[in-house]
């Protein structure tokens, strides 16, 4: 049965990725689906795209391309000489988040990220907005207020696992 497990969260694990350069700021809602589909940040998100500066795209690109990556030649905003395609984010056995940058379903950069604490921008956002729906926690540093919920940091250290220092 384990080995089932991995291969169900791999598997989970290679559909889930967004744009590069969407900064999540806001969960959506479900958009009128049943069910909802799965999103690579865990929910539908609003927010900004960083590629142009325009601000936020209209809500039915977000949920279409920004939420979902590969937006390539179908987004106007994308730009042709972009590294990446899509970012994804996973969790690893011992608690540490990684995020992935593809280009043509290929990964072009990968490593550990601090979603609390990452200056790079969407990146972290990303980061946070996968955290917040993972663990059902804001990723912040701080605690949070009692009516809020825990913190990040509470919520894994909790578990026994440290994904910020």
């Known amino acids: 049965m384990r080995g089932v497990t991995y291969l169900l969260a791999y598997r989970l694990w290679i559909c ?17 689906w049943t069910p909802a589909p799965r ?7 609003g927010g900004e795209c960083s590629a142009d500066g325009a601000g936020e795209p209209p809500e039915p690109i977000q949920r279409d391309l920004c939420n979902s990556g590969y937006a390539r030649g179908r987004c106007e905003r994308f730009p042709a000489n972009a590294i990446a395609d899509a970012v994804r984010f ?25 979603a609390a604490h990452d200056p790079r921008e969407p990146l972290a956002s ?40």
């Open 16 to 32: 889930s990725m967004a744009c590069p350069f969407f900064r999540p700021l806001r969960r959506l809602d479900s958009g009128g």
């Open 39 to 45: 999103l690579p940040l865990g929910g539908a998100w």
């Open 90 to 114: 996973s969790i690893t056995p011992s608690g540490r988040l990684i995020y992935i940058l593809e280009q043509d379903h290929a990964p072009v950069e990968h490593g550990e990220i601090d």
């Open 126 to 165: 990303q980061a946070r907005a996968f955290m917040e729906n993972r663990l059902g926690v804001a990723a912040t540093a701080q605690p949070a207020s009692p009516k809020r919920g825990r913190s990040l940091r509470a919520a894994l250290e909790h578990n026994g696992r440290s994904v910020v220092p």
